[in-house]
């Protein structure tokens, strides 16, 4: 399993609608057939700049990879992602034994 | 629910027994009452320079306090985090409506 997250700050104001427009149309995003837990976060801690988080889980790399392609995801990141969020960090974890 | 999360990397060279070592040690944080679904985590992103990462959750902010000030963390993070990590970044989250 593959654990692919984001932190990031969008460019709209905090409480804005346009932020709330962007977080309730990024769960396009969950419909895909490959993307397993879907998650929208608030990033609260304060030792970060980051305000939101996206959090997603594959079962495989070829499912991470056939989610990078599917139009769906390059649509989302061309009209939504690229002009709308300021900054952002990716994080994909594997877990190691418990 | 808080998800308290970091990133971070180590002194130690890849692959080491000093890095095994630190990593097997940290699960006495698991231990911990408060601490729910402690993960230990490889960060496999190439788009970022962080090699490992811990999660781990707690019901309520208070509990986040606790495990704070917990004598079991804080001599973690005195005799083996500050001497033996050399980069982090952490991020919390809490969950939006699905």
Known sequence: MIRHTVAFTLRHPPGSAAEVAFLDDARVLAGLPMVRNFER?????GKNAFRHG???EFATQADYD???AHPVHVAF???RWRPEVADFLELDYVAHAP
Do not use: G
Request: charged residues 30%; without cysteine; hydrophobic residues 45%.
């Open 41 to 45: 976060l608030r990033q609260v801690s």
């Open 54 to 56: 996206f959090s997603m």
């Open 66 to 68: 056939a989610y990078d």
């Open 77 to 79: 990141v061309r009209d």
